[in-house]
C-alpha cells in the first residue's frame, strides 16, 4: 500500500440496520472493508440493511470498478491508491459535497476569465456550472470536462494532450505538462487526493506532474476538496497549501484544521447544495 492515509484516517463505520441509497452503500461497504481488510457477504448485509443479493450485486461492482477483490465467501481490500485514481470510483463517492464544493467555486469564475480546470470530479461538477458563465476560455486536460464546453457559444476550449489515461479519462505524462507551459490563465482550479493543514498530496507521480504545471499557470490558484480528503497524506507531496489563493471545501470540514487553514489561505466553506 502507498502512503496514503486512508484506512488509519478514517473513522470506524457504524452498522446501518435500514438500508442506505446505493453510492451510499457502496461507499459504506469500502470503507468496512478497507478498515478490517476482510468482510464476509453476511457481515455487510448486517452492516446495510439489505438482502444478500442486493449486497453480492454491490460486491461485483465494486469489484468490476477494482475497488475490492471478491472470493468465495466474501470480499478483501485492494491498496486504496488502486482504486483512488480510478474515475468510474470517484464519480460515485461523496457526490453532494462535490456539488457543493462546485457551487460555491462557481461565484469566484466572472464572465470574460479564462480559467483552467484538471481532471478530477469536483471540477466536472464545475464545468456543468459554467457552461452559462460565458464568455469564458476553458483549458482542460479532461475528456469529460471537454464535452461538457463542447459546442457552447462564446466559449474558448482549449484541450490539453498528452498521453491518455484510461484510468483518469484524461491526458497526461510529460507532453500534457509542457503545453502547460505555454499557457497563462487567469484562475486555475483543481483537486487532489489528500491534504492536511500544510501540505496537499497526491498519490500519483505523473498526476502531480500535471497539477503543478497548471498551479504554475494560474494568477489565481483554487483547491477544491471534499472534507474526506482531509487529515490525510499520499505518496507525493504536490504544493504547500500556503501556493494557494483559495481554499473551497465542503461544511464537513473540522473546527479545528479549519481554523489551521484560514491562518494560510482564504478558506469558502460550501454548505449543502440546493
Given at each position: 500500500m502507498t502512503a496514503t492515509g486512508a484506512p488509519g484516517g478514517r473513522t470506524h463505520p457504524q452498522a446501518h440496520p435500514q438500508a442506505r441509497p446505493q453510492d451510499a452503500r457502496r461507499q459504506l461497504i469500502t470503507e468496512y472493508v478497507l478498515e478490517h481488510a476482510t468482510a464476509t457477504a453476511a457481515e455487510l448485509a448486517g452492516?446495510?440493511?439489505?438482502?444478500l443479493m442486493t449486497v453480492h450485486r454491490d460486491l461485483d461492482e465494486l469489484a468490476r470498478l477494482g475497488v475490492l477483490r471478491k472470493f468465495r465467501g466474501g470480499v478483501s481490500a485492494l491498496p486504496s491508491s488502486v482504486?483512488?485514481?480510478s474515475l468510474d470510483y470517484r464519480l460515485g463517492v461523496n457526490r453532494a459535497e462535490k456539488e457543493a464544493v462546485a457551487a460555491a467555486a462557481a461565484e469566484l469564475v466572472e464572465p470574460g476569465m479564462s480559467v483552467m480546470l484538471d481532471d478530477s470530479t469536483t471540477a466536472l461538477a464545475l464545468a456543468r456550472l459554467l457552461v452559462d458563465a460565458a464568455p469564458l476560455t476553458v483549458v482542460t486536460n479532461a475528456r469529460r470536462v471537454l464535452e461538457v464546453?463542447?459546442?457552447?457559444?462564446r466559449t474558448r476550449l482549449i484541450g490539453l494532450g498528452g498521453e491518455y489515461s484510461h484510468t483518469h479519462d484524461s491526458f497526461l505524462g510529460v507532453p500534457c505538462?509542457?503545453?502547460?507551459?505555454?499557457l497563462s490563465v487567469d484562475m486555475v482550479l483543481v483537486s487532489t487526493s489528500a491534504m492536511?493543514?500544510?501540505t496537499t498530496y497526491h498519490q500519483e507521480q505523473d498526476v502531480v506532474l500535471v497539477k503543478r504545471a497548471m498551479l504554475a499557470a494560474g494568477s489565481r490558484k483554487v483547491l477544491l476538496m471534499d472534507a474526506s480528503k482531509t487529515r490525510r497524506t499520499a505518496l507525493h507531496r504536490l504544493c504547500p497549501m500556503d501556493d494557494f489563493d483559495h481554499l473551497v471545501v465542503d461544511d464537513g470540514i473540522e473546527a479545528e484544521l479549519l481554523g489551521e487553514l484560514r491562518e494560510r489561505v482564504d478558506v469558502r466553506v460550501a454548505g449543502?447544495?440546493?
Open positions: 452492516l446495510t440493511g439489505v438482502s482504486f483512488e485514481s464546453f463542447a459546442g457552447v457559444p505538462a509542457e503545453a502547460i507551459g505555454g492536511d493543514a500544510r449543502p447544495a440546493s
